[in-house]
């Protein structure tokens, strides 16, 4: 029977475990400097009960954790509301043409994220919630 070596390398995380972390700070840092009301729909609520809602989907790497992308919902729009039209007419009137334009150019782009690109973005986001 072959024992495993190991090694005193230390191992990078995989780019999975890196995206969660960074969903969940990237999140709390939408929810935590955002209105405090659902963007689609104006149900009222706090950090903790809204959701970090996305216009392009977040399985689009190039707009995952862009900030134009993103916005408080509460569950039932985020979810299960058929309202991507609400939030496509409302985010386009507050970004304005250009903005918009960019912001659906940069979702045909394909992005593959690397290890210490995560990392460095969810230092960056955890420094962000340090400073609210």
């Not at 569950?75 to 903005?99: P, T």
Request: overall charge positive; charged content about 35%.
């Amino acid at each position: 029977m072959s024992k495993m070596r190991t090694t005193n390398k230390a191992r990078k995380p995989p780019i999975s475990k890196l995206k969660k972390k960074l969903d969940v700070l990237v999140s709390l840092y939408v929810r935590k400097t955002g209105k405090g009301e659902c963007y689609t729909c104006g149900k009222r609520g706090g950090y903790k009960s809204l959701q970090c809602g996305h216009y392009v989907h977040r399985h689009i790497n190039a707009t995952r954790y862009d900030l134009d992308n993103l916005r408080e919902q509460c569950v039932g729009c985020n979810y299960f509301g058929n309202v991507q039209h609400i939030f496509a007419e409302k985010l386009h009137d507050e970004l304005g043409e250009k903005r918009w334009k960019a912001l659906l150019l940069r979702a045909k782009e394909t992005k593959q994220f690397r290890i210490l690109e995560l990392q460095s973005l969810v230092e960056i986001y955890k420094k962000k919630l340090e400073d609210l």
